[in-house]
């Protein structure tokens, strides 16, 4: 089943990277760089599955996650915190925010493809 996939990454690399690698499994992808940019595409579209990259230019990604989790329209939404630093504060801030998961940069695809297909 195709899914739509909301991929939020501030480096351009990494985001058509990820972009790829997601549309290469056969799923849809909706691209934001920004919380501003989040916004706006929530407002568009209804993902499946977020991938929402920890620190942002314009805010902290974790927030933004707590604060989908507080909207009903996104309860059946996944989210999944992506970080280039995991540490032990950082999972517990991404469970606490109301994560599903949480992925290290690199993301190893071994990992995020029975995400994709679950």
């Not at 760089?33 to 977020?50: F, G, K, N, S, Y």
């Not at 314009?58 to 989790?69: F, M, Q």
């Not at 909207?71 to 999944?80: C, H, L």
């Amino acid at each position: 089943m195709t899914k739509t996939i909301l991929v939020v990454e501030d480096h351009d690399l990494n985001r058509q990277l990820l972009t790829m690698l997601v549309e290469g499994e056969g799923h849809r992808v909706i691209a934001a760089a920004t919380i501003t940019e989040v916004q706006q595409r929530l407002a568009e579209h209804q993902p499946d599955i977020i991938l929402m990259d920890v620190n942002l230019p314009d805010g902290d990604g974790l927030d933004l996650v707590a604060e989908l989790r507080r909207d009903p329209r996104f309860d059946g939404v996944r989210i999944y915190a992506v970080t280039a630093y995991l540490m032990g504060e950082t999972q517990e801030r991404a469970e606490s925010a109301g994560c599903d998961g949480l992925f290290e940069k690199p993301i190893d695809t071994a990992k995020l493809l029975p995400v994709l297909h679950d």
